[in-house]
Nanobody, 126 residues
Framework: QVQLVESGGGLVQAGGSLRLSCAAS????????MGWFRQAPGKEREFVAV????????NYADSVKGRFTISRDTAKNMVYLQMNSLKPEDTAVYYC???????????????????WGQGTQVTVSS
């Protein structure tokens, strides 16, 4: 069982930055994949980024490439999402998730992730 807790969300002006954190209750296996999704009101949950626990591989949605960076600190059981040049369109609840049964790379579907945090709200004002 993996418990995930997101933090770091808040209100920021367009062009600003935020760093989201995801704390895992236990160290994940090296084969696990760590992902970030987001969901805006009235919209489906959307893939944002994913990385291997080792950090050797990353993948991003086109909408965030060049602006967001996923990273991890294995010693602290933490995963981060550094968000720069934020846009109002980035406003959403952001969720961290774990894909513990890796079958594809990169996984981009929410159905492929079996552990989820409760989410943290990110609001970007114009």
């Amino acid at each position: 069982q993996v418990q995930l807790v997101e933090s770091g969300g808040g209100l920021v002006q367009a062009g600003g930055s935020l760093r989201l954190s995801c704390a895992a209750s236990t160290r994940t296996f090296s084969s696990y994949l760590m992902g970030w999704f987001r969901q805006a009101p009235g919209k489906e949950r959307e893939f944002v980024a994913v990385c291997t626990w080792s950090g050797s591989l990353t993948n991003y949605a086109d909408s965030v490439k060049g602006r967001f960076t996923i990273s991890r600190d294995t010693a602290k059981n933490m995963v981060y999402l550094q968000m720069n040049s934020l846009k109002p369109e980035d406003t959403a609840v952001y969720y961290c998730a774990v894909d513990s049964v890796v079958s594809t790379w990169p996984p981009r579907k929410s159905q492929e992730f079996d552990y989820w945090g409760q989410g943290t709200q990110v609001t970007v004002s114009s």
